[in-house]
């Protein structure tokens, strides 16, 4: 948490009363004074970064742990940020588990923002990064995206939407990034649109056309090229016993040796029906022939699920090659339901 004498090293925190100042769960700066500092900063045209940072399913560990934990937590993320970043910007708590950094540097460029923010992830500083509270140990990813005053904008409100733009941009990628704002990639970008993903309209999207007369390989194509769109993976397949269908956008590659249900049911106990990771190195240790299709297509992060009622007759996996991405709550339900519904088709469909 921050002192009176860290903060007061700012012209703008000088005489203010920290009580009102600071966060009171977490010790950073609170949201009226971090915004204040943002439009006091501009006023005086003073050169800085302003980056909107969301913890990547941050509920998950209130709901699973408890929300003492879960302050816990978030008050290391807190400090790991107050850290790291220094004499060089200030950390402020917007609201639940969103804050800001504003980087205050001379020269906010692209290159120099990006260098700053990819040494908090990669080397993993305060994110990609795990926490031990206790007994508890918890990975910790996050969502981030950065405008730059004057370089973006030069008003607070063109300067905030801008780094929400390229929040948003983060999130659609799969989360678990940092998007720094490029005016001609994302000045199109309407975080305000309507949410398309709407999931009962997912799934009357999903069984459109599928047809039970019609073949097994068919009907799965038409579901895994609907599948992928949606949720913007880079790589879908379906194997079954004596068949590989790939979506039609996938990424591997016909040269690349698919995986077999053999290598699938290694990753599978008896009582479980789907994983999903991006921690690779469990696929690694236990299926070599996972390991190899997910080193050949670069894969990243994975979701797996069974097919079958009864018995297990393959699986639905689900890849992405960009980035370690974190998968969303809707998106597991969405192809959970998909792969319940090559269940019914595999099974009771024909299988010519």
């Known amino acids: 948490m921050y002192t009176k004498e860290q903060l007061e090293q700012y012209e703008y925190f000088k005489g203010l009363d920290m009580e009102y100042v600071l966060d009171a769960l977490t010790g950073c700066v609170s949201r009226g004074y971090i915004l204040g500092l943002t439009k006091y900063l501009i006023e005086k045209k003073e050169p800085f970064a302003f ?31 107050i850290n790291y970043i220094g004499n060089n910007g ?36 305060c994110v990609r990064k795990s926490y031990d509270l206790g007994d508890i140990r918890l990975f910790v990813t996050a969502t981030t995206g950065v405008a730059s005053y004057p370089y973006d904008a030069t008003t607070f409100d063109d300067l905030f939407q801008k780094a929400d733009k390229a929040l948003y941009r983060g999130k659609s990628k799969g989360r678990n990034c940092y998007i720094v704002y490029v005016d001609e990639k994302h000045r199109d970008i309407d975080v305000h649109r309507k949410d398309t993903s709407y999931l009962p309209d997912m799934f009357i999207a999903l069984t459109k056309d599928i047809d039970l007369r019609d073949s097994l390989e068919g009907n799965t194509r038409i579901i895994l090229d609907r ?46 029906d789907y994983i999903v990771s991006n921690q690779l190195k469990d696929y690694k240790m236990k299926s070599p022939g996972i390991n190899r299709y997910m080193t050949a297509t670069n894969t990243q992060s994975i979701m797996a699920f069974k097919i079958g009622f009864t018995k297990t007759i393959g699986y639905l996996a689900i ?28 099974e009771f469909g024909n299988k010519k």
Not at 114 to 121: L, N, Q, V
């Open 51 to 81: 980056a909107i940072i969301d913890l990547d399913n941050f509920k998950l560990i209130n709901d699973n742990y408890g929300h003492k934990v879960g302050d816990e937590c978030l008050n290391k993320i807190i400090d790991s940020f």
């Open 90 to 125: 200030i950390v402020g708590r917007y609201g639940g588990d969103e804050f800001i950094v504003i980087y205050l540097n001379n020269n906010p460029t692209y290159d120099n923002v990006h260098a700053f923010f990819t040494d908090i992830y990669h080397a993993k500083q």
């Open 227 to 272: 599948l992928a769109k949606v949720v913007s993976a880079t790589d879908c397949i379906v194997v079954y016993n004596d068949l590989c269908v790939e979506s039609i956008i996938s990424h591997c590659g016909r040269s690349v040796k698919k995986p077999t249900t053999d290598d699938f049911s290694i990753l599978f106990d008896n009582d479980v």
């Open 319 to 346: 890849m992405e090659n960009r980035l370690l991405r974190v998968w969303q709550e809707r998106e597991v339900a969405l192809a959970l339901y998909v792969a319940k519904l090559l269940s019914v088709i595999s």
